[in-house]
Each structure stands twice: as structure tokens, then as C-alpha cells.
């Protein structure tokens, strides 16, 4: 049912891309939010990768990261799933504050769950 109601937005207001963080194919200053569900433990370099997301986010704008886990400590999953590396909140937060973000938000929901909410700098004039 969804995919027939939403069906009428994709390619006008919604678009598929495949890509990687660490060279997004949009403009500077394209958009007001970005999302990250479940995916920094696979960015690689997240100081690159924090860089081009402030690049593409106008100056104000929203960052959202969401993570199950939390604790590098933990090796359940790192050790099933090639790639994986898991990141600390203060770790996130410190890449987050060298890539060009401030007022970092963070929400804990059970013991490793975090979600950080953080803004791209604005522009001084």
C-alpha cells in the first residue's frame, strides 16, 4: 500500500542515489537535515566523512546519527560483520566538533543505544 501512495513522489521529491559519504553528489548548502541510521560503523574515516556531510548541510542545519551500539568494547558484532567498527559517544562527538559541528545533542534510549543530533556552524559574515 505505502509503495503505491509514495510511488507519485520518486523522482520528484524523493530520489534514490548510490553513492559513499566520503564524496556525496550534492551541492554545498543542499540540504536542511542528514540522517544516520546504523551506518558510521562502516564510514571509514568519519573526520572525512563528518566534513562532506557539514559540506552538503546549509549552515544551522541538522545532523542526525543513531547507533545500537556504542561501547567499542563490545565484539558481538565486530567480529561477525567485516568492517564494523563501533565508536564511543565522546569519540562521535569530538569528530563531530573537528568536522565543523556544535550543540551536540545526545539521547541514550537503553545502555548502548545513542543518538547524537548535532548542527552545522554558520556562516560568519
Not at 95 to 124: M, N, P, W, Y
Request: hydrophobic share 40%; net charge positive.
Amino acid at each position: 500500500m505505502r509503495v503505491k501512495k509514495n510511488k507519485k513522489y520518486l523522482g520528484t521529491r524523493c530520489f534514490i542515489e548510490q553513492g559513499g559519504v566520503h564524496r556525496l553528489p550534492y551541492p554545498d548548502y543542499a540540504f536542511d537535515a542528514v540522517t544516520a541510521f546504523e551506518t558510521v560503523y562502516f564510514w571509514g574515516n568519519l573526520q572525512h566523512a563528518f566534513t562532506e556531510v557539514a559540506r552538503v548541510l546549509k549552515p544551522g542545519g541538522s545532523f542526525l546519527i543513531c547507533c545500537e551500539i556504542s561501547d567499542p568494547a563490545n565484539k558481538a558484532w565486530t567480529g561477525l560483520v567485516e568492517g564494523m567498527e563501533i565508536h564511543s559517544c565522546d569519540e562521535l562527538k569530538a569528530i563531530l566538533s573537528k568536522s565543523g559541528f556544535t550543540d551536540t545533542a545526545i539521547f541514550r534510549t537503553k545502555k548502548e543505544e545513542l543518538c547524537l543530533v548535532s548542527h552545522r556552524q554558520t556562516v560568519r559574515l
